[in-house]
T-cell receptor, first 113, second 112 residues
Framework: DGGITQSPKYLFRKEGQNVTLSCEQN?????MYWYRQDPGQGLRLIYY???????QKGDIAEGYSVSREKKESFPLTVTSAQKNPTAFYLC????????????FGSGTRLTVV | RKEVEQDPGPFNVPEGATVAFNCTYS??????FFWYRQDCRKEPKLLMS???SGNEDGRFTAQLNRASQYISLLIRDSKLSDSATYLC?????????????FGRGTSLIVHP
């Protein structure tokens, strides 16, 4: 079955460490997105990519980095510069056209210890 | 002003009730609209797209009012399993790309 896979499901990070969250899709979607969700809050866009080897900053890109070397993969690195990284991170993909919806992965819960 | 606004609720309704949510958006050039459902500690899942002519899927009806820049979701004959957060999503055109912008969500609690 086609879908979008995020790993790990839970991640614990020590302060000062960089961590990378994985996002892989086999839906042949062009566009991929990373969102952050805090308790009781909506989804905030971190980065997005409409095509391989290209990506754009979203509303809250500071302290994060991404790469898009393959169509199927869009990993997110949470760097030590991100001051409050504890959150629920969601990856999504879409065909990239205006009238299509978005498919989400099951998310990664990151906790700084 | 937030680009996509929703009443966070919670809307607390008995089984069998009809409940409606609204969502307003600020960008008149917005192209497409969706309702997503999110269960606690889970990822959002597409509930339905919202078309200009309105659309219905079983107990769920979605409407779009471009003149007033809002979309709505009506749930008839509420079930306990409808309890969730309902997210409004608006595709906004930005530099030639369509970027999904989410509302904060409206919480629905259906009780026996």
């Amino acid at each position: 079955d086609g879908g979008i896979t995020q790993s790990p499901k839970y991640l614990f990070r020590k302060e000062g460490q960089n961590v990378t969250l994985s996002c892989e899709q086999n839906l042949n979607h062009d566009a991929m997105y990373w969102y952050r969700q805090d308790p009781g809050q909506g989804l905030r866009l971190i980065y997005y990519s409409q095509i391989v080897n290209d990506f754009q900053k979203g509303d809250i890109a500071e302290g994060y980095s991404v790469s898009r070397e393959k169509k199927e993969s869009f990993p997110l690195t949470v760097t030590s510069a991100q001051k409050n990284p504890t959150a629920f991170y969601l990856c999504a993909s879409s065909p990239g056209l205006a009238n299509y919806g978005y498919t989400f992965g099951s998310g990664t819960r990151l906790t700084v210890v | 002003r937030k680009e996509v606004e929703q009443d966070p609720g919670p809307f607390n309704v008995p089984e069998g009730a009809t409940v409606a949510f609204n969502c307003t958006y600020s960008n008149s050039a917005s192209q497409s609209f969706f309702w997503y459902r999110q269960d606690c500690r889970k990822e959002p899942k597409l509930l339905m797209s919202v078309y200009s002519s309105g659309n219905e899927d079983g107990r769920f009806t979605a409407q779009l009012n471009r003149a007033s820049q809002y979309i709505s979701l009506l749930i008839r004959d509420s079930k306990l399993s409808d309890s969730a957060t309902y997210l409004c999503v608006v595709n906004m055109e930005t530099g030639g790309s369509y970027i999904p912008t989410f509302g904060r969500g409206t919480s629905l609690i259906v009780h026996p």
